[in-house]
């Protein structure tokens, strides 16, 4: 999909990360200013590293939880793709108070910078967590159940803060449901490691990966490129009912954990075959995890004019000859 986007300046928080870099390198290619703001906690300075040359691109190297240094870094800008924040439900559980302090705090600080400066529009990283104990499949945005753990307070509470602020001092805010998204860039170590990285670092050594629980519980998978374009379309996006509200970032459809170790076999064995051979085992349920998750994107569709081109299977394969190339 070709969206026309050039000549803005863009501020992309926890532009170093995963889904942050690769979002700073497609702005770049469209030909507008980015700002990176990151204070490499969990991005890595070698997913900008080609950028820093460049010159539209800007570095800043600070923390959302100061708000001098989102005042500062959001200085000139239009937008803000804000994806700063501290991921992974486990690491929430282990440690709320940090996780609340960057994604409440750090959030709240990037709302007053963005206000003050009077940037266009704010869009931000909200997440499927928000649905906690709904059981209704699909997903849809306007029908959520309690959270199940601190990771997902926190991104609801975001959501909160930003209805209030686009209500109260009238800044454009649009929120993206990530669900469990995938690709190049993803960090395959550490003890937070997101599942797909992390298999396929285990397969690529040999090891035997642990699926939590029987390998049923399912999840739509999404792949960046699909991420990508909903974030350039959230900036381009025109009409009120478009803006101030959030929506189901996905491919609309669920596979079990048993579903994608199955594709994670058969796309690593073409590059070596013994992977085939690999055993999977199967430890308790983690907790905190939602059984099943699949979206409904039938809002974003209707009002971004979102198109996710990617399926899982297409996602893999891309995402597998990633790994393959640069692990």
Avoid at 88 to 102: A, C, E, H, L, M
Wanted: with cysteine; hydrophobic share 35%; net charge negative.
């Amino acid at each position: 999909m070709d969206i026309q986007l050039s000549g803005k300046k863009i501020l992309v928080t926890g532009g170093a990360g995963f889904i942050g870099s690769n979002l700073c390198e497609i702005l770049l290619k469209k030909e507008n200013e980015v700002v990176c703001l990151d204070n490499f906690a969990t991005g890595k300075k070698e997913n900008i590293a080609h950028l820093l040359e460049h010159t539209n691109f800007t570095l800043v190297e600070g923390d959302i939880r100061s708000l001098a240094d989102c005042k500062k870094a959001v200085e000139g800008a239009n937008y803000v793709l804000h994806q700063a924040a501290l991921g992974s439900v486990p690491r929430s559980i282990k440690d709320p108070v940090t996780s609340n302090d960057v994604n409440v705090g750090g959030f709240l600080n990037m709302l007053v910078a963005s206000r003050d400066e009077g940037v266009k529009r704010f869009i931000y990283a909200a997440s499927s967590s928000t649905y906690g104990d709904s059981e209704s499949l699909p997903k849809v945005e306007d029908k959520i159940g309690k959270p199940l753990s601190p990771y997902a307070i926190t991104k609801y509470v975001n959501e909160l803060y930003a209805d209030v602020f686009s209500k109260t001092y009238g800044l454009e805010t649009i929120g993206l449901r990530y669900f469990n998204v995938f690709g190049r860039k993803q960090d395959p170590n550490g003890a937070y490691a997101a599942v797909i990285p992390k298999f396929v670092g285990q397969f690529m050594k040999g090891d035997s990966p642990v699926i939590n629980g029987d390998g049923e519980y399912s999840r739509d998978f999404t792949y960046i490129d699909n991420v990508i374009q909903a974030n350039l379309l959230s900036i381009v996006a025109e009409g009120e009912e478009a803006v101030n509200t959030v929506y189901n970032v996905a491919y609309g459809e669920r596979n079990t954990l048993n579903d994608l170790v199955g594709y994670l076999k058969e796309f690593l064995s073409e590059f070596d075959a013994n992977i085939k051979n690999v055993e999977v085992l199967h430890g308790p349920n983690r907790l905190g995890d939602i059984p099943h998750s699949l979206a409904s994107v039938d809002k974003a569709k209707e009002l971004l004019n979102y198109n996710p081109e990617y399926s899982l299977q297409k996602g893999l394969k891309e995402a597998v000859k990633w790994y393959w190339e640069n692990l």
